[in-house]
């Protein structure tokens, strides 16, 4: 499995944030976007989901599921931790697993694996900013999806939460996974550092 | 006791009164039952108050 | 399928936890129609004429009370990010969310409605008849309001006439309801025509609504 | 100094209860008595010359309507003491009256309603006494709704105690409605500067009858509110058993006693 | 002082640019008008027999519409918790940003009555009189909302359960404003009583309001 | 001056945070305070902004300002960051710094000191993650408060702006300022180190 991107170009709200941008990650290798604030590494992130439509470029995923496009075949995880604080932390869990589809886990292996299986009863709103980053991380194991996107994923997570999630990276690579992850952290894993340019 | 041409008016509301006073009365009496009952059962399970105390003893 | 479920399911959830149940629907329903006497005045025989337009009201502010947060709740905790990823073409994912609105904002006000009715003087056949234009017609309100809904994500800034275009887009379905029921009450139409015309505008918005909706949040994401 | 000890002791959730545990009987058999007592004297009272047997209802409608006003009093006092002190017992009070409330709101509501249809020809009549009695049938209802609709209970009896104190100026607006607006309803005979107006016959059975009727809110209070404490007990020891499950074999957090009682 | 000032400032400025509340309001207001006439029939009498208790429906939903959301907003993306730290006392707070409301989403209403009243045939009196007692009346629609948005907040609930909340609430407001304006068209009551209750009302609630809202959320932050 | 704490015991929830905690701050002094995720460390600010009413124990602040309050002497800063997105960045600053009143600083130059006068014109919605909260510490620098609250200031962060952070922080703590600091990270200053226990 290959991801690439070449001679992409973002523009938001009429500036241009980068252009010209290559990129290429393959199976089991993990890519960290790094940079000054404001270089555009979580626009970076947003294109490769397909959540902003490049001005200019263009991206292909070859070797993965020819069926499936590529934001279908991954994990973004972003600023925001899609988490409802109404329902509880088993609930939030078990509907991105079935909502999102595909090769499932067991959910509560999952919280066991980032710590939260103590608090599976209880509602999102009580979970500090840690505690909600962990959730989200257990919603990337529940569902089987070869490419991570990630924006800074350990920000919030105290030192063995880091470790652990280092772990958790490790593993997906090993399994044949491939990530892309923006940081102004090490990652705890061996990367290949792109390094986008730009200001403040 | 003649209760005149409204007798069905006067009935209609005593009955009434009589039957959401029971119906109160019947509601706090099952909750007491049943939060009891759950009280043991969680205690049953080894669940203790700090005080050593049983939860469901209210004496 | 069950990923469709399963957004309805917890759409649902959500909204009977957070509004406090479908019970708070009716009371709702309840405390508008107990407002009608208040403003215009204690005659039954006026209330009675007014009562299906009082019930449409109540219906339309019941839903636009509720959809307006349908997407920019998802979008503001990040949820609509991953919805739109997913496998589940945007569309349905989009019918699924209204038809849960819908469910859990609509149906308690129908079936709230005859209880209504008696407050308003209203007798059996003109309470079914509000009862089933009110069955035809609230799927209408919610699917148009749906766009709204998704043009409020997309235009967070300035584009606001979009979004004022869209309550107009529910005019037409609330005066055909209320000609419908006016018609079953007093004449001299016949209801049939204006309750087709009902059913029709449902039909197109069930249609028009996701895609419109679709549309607006996948250009709309940034 | 005896005043604030015996306040403070019954300020304890486990003090209340035992306390309640002990006067409860006493209180259902005075109430069940005092009924008796109140429906005899009804029944025998004689027939008003205007209203014929009609007049029967009042000694239904009247303690009903006061006790409407009066339950939300207490809750009023309750809000004070849920806001001003924090004290959980007046959390528990507040919830607990809540349903018993509504309930003699709505039975003031409906006897006045079948007292109103032989009286003034109507079953309803959109006057202000009439009215800002099913605005605080309304606002029972609300007030159920939110502690129904919210699982943390200390929240959800704050946000209740502001509401009640807010809707504490309905009150006044009931009592004086037939004051300051000429309304169908009759103005107050019994409770009114003055002295009471109404003929002895009826004045002692209705008396009677509002005791009895006052007796029975207490009573069904006091059990409501053990439910409360009981079921906030339940409440936090799920919370214990899903905590304990999780930090076996962790040192620091033995089991803790949490929550209001 | 000029914290205030800048507080009302601000909350006028959002207000304006992202819209959604301010014309939102005055666009379901106008749905409200618009309605009436095919509810009630074309008889003009009657229409303008019922014009004021429309339009005071109109504004009492459409304020309902655009409050719930006042403290909610702040509550989420944490200006709220600076604003209760902050040295200037809560209940002057939360009365500036219910003036904000006002200004923005109460006074549009107020000069599009005179548009409506066309559409529903009131003469030039009955217009003038219908804005005199919305412009005595609506803020105390706005203070009294308050309360329900300041719930809102300790709630983490939003939607009906907060209309059902404060609905009763205004109910008097309704009832007095109404009265006024019917009592300034047709008589035979003098316009002042009520109109004078109304403003005692309005100021009633200037006062109430603030001070439950600040309790509300004192005791609800978390 | 010197902030102190006693005996703090905080409930959220229904469930009981932390207890009996003490702690203890004096004048140019910053206290960090670490611990695992969901320990109580956001807790702990919110109590000592006032913004979560302690179930025990006392707070004191000697020597400061005494006609007013702790939050009213101090500065949060969490992990919302209390910008309109429909506001200028400009404007944004601007309104805290009329809003939050007392002694304050030339907008213009706070906005200098974290690198965002570049961009003081753009709508706060455009900023980067990193940027508004470059935008939230240019809050702190407006209005001249003695006592930071900072609840994992440096998160989102890049390399440059944590070095800016930790300069100005030390500024602050040089004209007599006062720092808690929530933190997973080095915060790159000398601080005392209050850990907390806890789970998860
Ligand atoms: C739904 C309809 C009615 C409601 C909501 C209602 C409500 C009330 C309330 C709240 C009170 C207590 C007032 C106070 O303590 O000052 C009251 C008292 C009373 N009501 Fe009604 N009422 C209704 C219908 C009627 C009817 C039809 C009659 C008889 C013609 C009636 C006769 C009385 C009398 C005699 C009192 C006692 C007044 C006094 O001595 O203070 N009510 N009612
Ligand atoms: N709003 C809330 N209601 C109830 N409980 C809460 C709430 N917020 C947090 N908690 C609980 O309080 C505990 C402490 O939370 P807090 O946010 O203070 O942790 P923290 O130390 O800041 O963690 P992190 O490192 O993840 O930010 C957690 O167990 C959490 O579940
Ligand atoms: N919603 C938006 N609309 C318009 N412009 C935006 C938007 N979001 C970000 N930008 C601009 O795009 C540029 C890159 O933003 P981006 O969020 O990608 O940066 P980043 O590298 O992730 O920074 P950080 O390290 O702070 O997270 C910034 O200059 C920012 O001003
Ligand atoms: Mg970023
Ligand atoms: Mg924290």
Redesign the pocket.
């Known amino acids: 499995m290959r991801l690439s991107g070449r001679n992409l170009k973002c523009v938001r709200g009429g500036r241009e944030v980068f252009s010209g941008l290559d990129l290429a990650a393959t199976e089991g290798e993990a890519l960290a976007v790094t940079g000054p604030n404001g270089a555009g590494k979580t626009s970076l992130l947003r294109v490769l989901a397909g959540l902003l439509v490049p001005a200019d470029g263009t991206i292909a995923l070859e070797g993965g599921d020819a069926e499936l496009s590529l934001p279908e075949q991954a994990h973004y995880l972003g600023h925001r931790d899609a988490l409802k604080p109404a329902l509880s932390v088993a609930e939030n869990l078990s509907f991105w697993r079935e909502f999102l589809g595909g090769k499932t886990e067991d959910a509560g292996r999952c919280l066991a694996a980032v710590g939260l299986d103590h608090a599976a009863h209880l509602p999102a709103a009580y979970l500090s900013a840690g505690q909600r980053r962990r959730l989200s991380i257990a919603r990337l194991l529940s569902v089987r999806r070869p490419v991570w996107l990630l924006d800074e994923p350990t920000s919030a997570l105290d030192t063995a939460g880091q470790a652990l999630f280092a772990a958790l990276m490790r593993d997906h690579l090993a399994s044949g996974g491939l990530i892309v992850a923006a940081t102004h952290l090490p990652l705890g894993i061996d990367a290949r550092d792109l390094r986008m340019g730009g200001a403040a | 006791m003649s209760l005149g041409p409204y007798a069905s008016f006067i009935v209609t509301s005593y009955a009434l009164v009589t039957a959401v006073v029971l119906l109160l009365i019947v509601w706090i009496v099952a909750d007491y039952r049943r939060q009891q009952a759950r009280l043991k059962e969680i205690e049953a399970s080894g669940v203790t108050r700090r005080s050593g105390r049983s939860a469901a003893d209210i004496r | 399928m069950s990923a469709l479920a399963a957004l309805i399911r917890r759409d649902i959830k959500i909204a009977l936890r957070v509004g406090g149940g479908a019970l708070i629907g009716v009371l709702f329903f309840l405390t508008v129609t107990v407002l009608m006497p208040f403003a215009v005045g204690p005659d039954l025989a006026l209330l009675s004429r007014l009562g299906p337009a009082i019930l449409w009201l109540g219906a339309l502010l019941a839903s636009l009370l509720t959809l307006d947060r349908l997407f920019t709740a998802d979008h503001e905790d990040g949820s609509l990010d991953l919805i739109v990823m997913s496998r589940t073409p945007l569309e349905l994912a989009c019918a699924a969310k209204a038809l849960a609105h819908w469910i859990a904002a609509g149906l308690p006000l129908i079936v709230a409605t005859p209880v209504l009715g008696l407050l308003l003087n209203l007798d059996g056949t003109a309470t079914l008849a509000v009862a089933a234009t009110l069955l035809a017609g609230t799927p209408a309100l919610t699917f148009t309001g749906m766009i709204g809904a998704a043009l409020a994500v997309t235009l967070h800034r300035g584009g606001l006439l979009l979004a004022v275009l869209v309550l107009p887009l529910s005019i037409p379905v609330l005066i055909f309801g209320v000609a419908a029921s006016q018609a079953a009450i007093s004449g001299p139409l016949p209801f049939g025509t204006p309750f087709s015309i009902l059913c029709a505008l449902s039909l197109a918005s069930l249609v028009i609504g996701p895609f419109a909706a679709a549309a607006s949040l996948r250009h709309g994401l940034d | 100094m005896k005043l604030t000890e015996t306040l403070t002791d019954l300020a304890n959730p486990t003090r209340f209860l035992a306390l309640t545990a002990r006067i409860l009987p006493w209180l259902a058999a005075a109430t069940a008595i005092l009924l008796a007592i109140g429906l005899y004297q009804s029944a025998m009272a004689p027939d008003d010359y205007q ?1 014929g047997a009609t007049v029967k209802i ?1 000694f239904i ?2 303690p009903n ?2 006790l ?2 009066f339950v939300w009093s207490v809750m009023s006092v309750a809000a004070l003491g849920t806001l001003v002190w924090r004290h959980p017992l007046a959390d528990v009070a507040a919830k607990a009256a809540a349903p018993i409330g509504a309930a003699f709101t709505f039975l ?3 006897t ?2 079948l ?2 249809r032989p ?2 020809g109507t079953y ?1 009549e959109w006057d202000a ?2 009215t800002s ?2 605005i605080l049938f309304l606002m029972y209802l609300g007030l159920m709704a939110l502690w129904r609709a919210v699982e943390d209970p200390s929240r959800a009896a704050r946000a209740a105690a502001v509401l009640t104190l807010v809707g504490a100026i309905n009150i006044p607006i ?2 004086f409605s ?1 004051d300051w607006w000429n309304t169908l ?8 500067m003055g002295g ?1 107006t ?1 003929d002895k016959a009826f004045l002692w059975p209705l008396l009677v009858m509002a005791i009895a009727f006052s007796l029975l809110f207490i009573t069904l209070h006091l059990a409501a509110m053990r439910n409360e404490i009981l079921r906030r007990r339940v409440r936090s020891l799920q919370m214990m058993q899903a905590s304990r499950v999780s930090f076996t074999g962790e040192a620091s957090s033995g089991p803790k006693e949490i929550g209001a009682a």
């Not at chain 4, 309803?185 to 009114?192: E, M």
Request: no cysteine; hydrophobic share 60%.
């Open positions: 209203q009042m409608h009247v309507a006061w409407s006003m003031a509501l409906v006045g309603s007292w109103g009286m003034w309803w006494r009439l009695v099913l009931i009592k037939v309803h009759q103005p107050a005979s019994v409770l009114r009471s109404l």
